[in-house]
C-alpha cells in the first residue's frame, strides 16, 4: 500500500487558516488522495478527495501538487470544532481489494481560542 | 438517509463468550469494512467486503469471522472474545473509492 507521512501535530488560532501538509512520494496514477478527520469520541468523517486538480467543498480545500507527490488540506477559518486528528490516505481505484483505506497515525490539530 | 448504523453502541462480554456486532448501510454501497482503535491509536482494518458473497482479510483479521450475504449487512462477529479484543469498533462503506462513511461505532469491552 502507498504510505503517506504527516506531521505528528500542530496547532492553530481559531479564526486562521490552517494548512495540513501531506507527503505521498509513491503515488501511482490510479490513487485518489483522501482526508478524513476524527473528532474525539466520534467514528472518522469524510473531508475531501481528490486526484489531479485542487478540489473545494464545504469544509475545506484540497491543494495537489503537480507532480501529485504531495497536498495540503486547507481549512479556511479554524474553528473549535476543527480540533481533530486528520488522515492523509491513499485510496486506490483501480478495483477489488485496493479499495482499502489504510489509516496512519494522522496528524492532531489543536485549535486554541 | 440512515447511512451507516452500527449496533450495539455499548457491549460487555465475558471472555469466551460470542457475538455479532451489526453493520447496515442503506446507500446502496458495495464495498464495506470493519476497524478496531484501540485507545490512543490509529484504525486497523480487521475484513473488507467487494460485494455480497465477497469479503478479505484486513490487517487484524485473527479471532473475527466476517459474512455478506446482502448488499447492505455486513456483520463482524467475534467467535471467542478476549480480552485483546477490547476496543471501539467503526464499520464502513463507500461506492468504490469514493466517500466513506462510518458508523459511530461500538465500544467492547471484554472482562
Known amino acids: 500500500d502507498a504510505k503517506t507521512t504527516q506531521p505528528n501535530s500542530m496547532e492553530s488560532n481559531e479564526e486562521e487558516p490552517v494548512h495540513l501538509p501531506c507527503n505521498h512520494s509513491?503515488?501511482?496514477?490510479?490513487?485518489?488522495i483522501h482526508w478524513y478527520r476524527q473528532l474525539p469520541s466520534q467514528g472518522p468523517e469524510y473531508v475531501i478527495h481528490?486526484?489531479?486538480s485542487n478540489v473545494n467543498n464545504r469544509m475545506a480545500s484540497l491543494a495537489i501538487a503537480e507532480d501529485r507527490k504531495s497536498s495540503t488540506l486547507i481549512l479556511h477559518r479554524a474553528t473549535l470544532r476543527d480540533a481533530a486528528v486528520y488522515y492523509c490516505?491513499?485510496?486506490?481505484?483501480?478495483?477489488?481489494?485496493?479499495?482499502?483505506?489504510?489509516f496512519g497515525k494522522g496528524t492532531l490539530l489543536t485549535v486554541n481560542p | 438517509n440512515a447511512g451507516v448504523t452500527q449496533t450495539p453502541k455499548f457491549q460487555v462480554l465475558k471472555t469466551g463468550q460470542s457475538m455479532t456486532l451489526q453493520c447496515a448501510q442503506d446507500?446502496?454501497?458495495?464495498?464495506m469494512s470493519w476497524y478496531r482503535q484501540d485507545p490512543g491509536m490509529g484504525l486497523r482494518l480487521i475484513h473488507y467486503?467487494?460485494?455480497?458473497?465477497?469479503?478479505d482479510q484486513g490487517e487484524v483479521p485473527n479471532g473475527y469471522n466476517v459474512s455478506r450475504s446482502t448488499t447492505e449487512d455486513f456483520p463482524l462477529r467475534l467467535l471467542s472474545a478476549a480480552p485483546s479484543q477490547t476496543s471501539v469498533y467503526f464499520c464502513?462503506?463507500?461506492?468504490?473509492?469514493?466517500?466513506?462513511?462510518f458508523g459511530q461505532g461500538t465500544r467492547l469491552t471484554v472482562v
Open positions: 467486503s467487494v460485494g455480497a458473497g465477497i469479503t
Open positions: 509513491t503515488i501511482s496514477g490510479t490513487d485518489y
Open positions: 481528490g486526484l489531479t
Open positions: 490516505i491513499l485510496r486506490a481505484n483501480s478495483g477489488g481489494s485496493n479499495y482499502k483505506l489504510t
Open positions: 446507500m446502496n454501497h458495495e464495498y
Open positions: 464502513a462503506s463507500s461506492y468504490r473509492a469514493g466517500e466513506a462513511f
